[in-house]
T-cell receptor, first 111, second 115 residues
Framework: AQSVTQLDSHVSVSEGTPVLLRCNYS??????LFWYVQHPNKGLQLLLK??????LVKGINGFEAEFKKSETSFHLTKPSAHMSDAAEYFC?????????FGQGTTLQVKP | DAGVIQSPRHEVTEMGQEVTLRCKPI?????LFWYRQTMMRGLELLIY????????DSGMPEDRFSAKMPNASFSTLKIQPSEPRDSAVYFC?????????????FGPGTRLTVL
């Protein structure tokens, strides 16, 4: 079975500084990977998805993620954090049409 | 498109009562998913449908939970009888024909509190 592990439950950055949210996956074959974001009291929104076309994936709101097979990682980054980025972020792997979610990383952005 | 619609947005009920959560998927999507989110267990898939047919209900906690999809534009998740441990946010999501690369679109969720 496939799984994802988000290495940090909570990340705090200052506004304007880079963001790094870490995710490792476990898969016996080439996985389908996603990052979703959940703002407080809202549903989940897709940030980006890896579809094996390119290892560097660009998403919405300036986020991007790089698929590294050798490291089994799919870390999410953003060059400069904005206050509106404060939210819960989920790394997700797809298996047989189902999404399997990581435990989530809470991103705090300080002014 | 209005996106995935869920109702009610909030539900407070007493232990033992029946609870019905409703979902309208995005038009044209033929896969529908029910999730539960709690602090302790995170996001869990309860059940999903393809073309109105339940495909995998292995995540349904117990017989008190049931889900139906009578047509392509409507699904219900019912809990009978409800218990305090069922308190959670329940999300419905839909996607286009099932495939690994297909994005799931989530509704705003129903926050259920069972007293």
């Amino acid at each position: 079975a496939q799984s994802v592990t988000q290495l940090d439950s909570h990340v705090s950055v200052s506004e304007g500084t880079p963001v790094l949210l870490r995710c490792n996956y476990s898969s016996s074959y080439s996985p389908s990977l996603f990052w979703y974001v959940q703002h407080p009291n809202k549903g989940l929104q897709l940030l980006l998805k890896y579809t094996s076309a390119a290892t560097l994936v660009k998403g919405i709101n300036g986020f991007e993620a790089e698929f590294k097979k050798s490291e089994t990682s799919f870390h999410l980054t953003k060059p400069s954090a904005h206050m509106s980025d404060a939210a819960e972020y989920f790394c997700v792997v797809s298996e047989a049409g189902k999404l399997i979610f990581g435990q989530g990383t809470t991103l705090q952005v300080k002014p | 498109d209005a996106g995935v619609i869920q109702s009610p947005r909030h539900e407070v009920t007493e232990m033992g009562q029946e609870v019905t959560l409703r979902c309208k998927p995005i038009s044209g999507h033929n896969s529908l998913f029910w999730y539960r989110q709690t602090m302790m267990r995170g996001l869990e898939l309860l059940i999903y449908f393809n073309n109105n047919v339940p495909i995998d209900d292995s995540g349904m906690p117990e017989d008190r939970f049931s889900a139906k999809m009578p047509n392509a534009s409507f699904s219900t998740l019912k809990i009978q009888p409800s218990e305090p441990r069922d308190s959670a946010v329940y999300f419905c999501a839909s996607s286009q024909p099932s495939g690994s690369y297909n994005e799931q679109f989530f509704g705003p969720g129903t926050r259920l509190t069972v007293l």
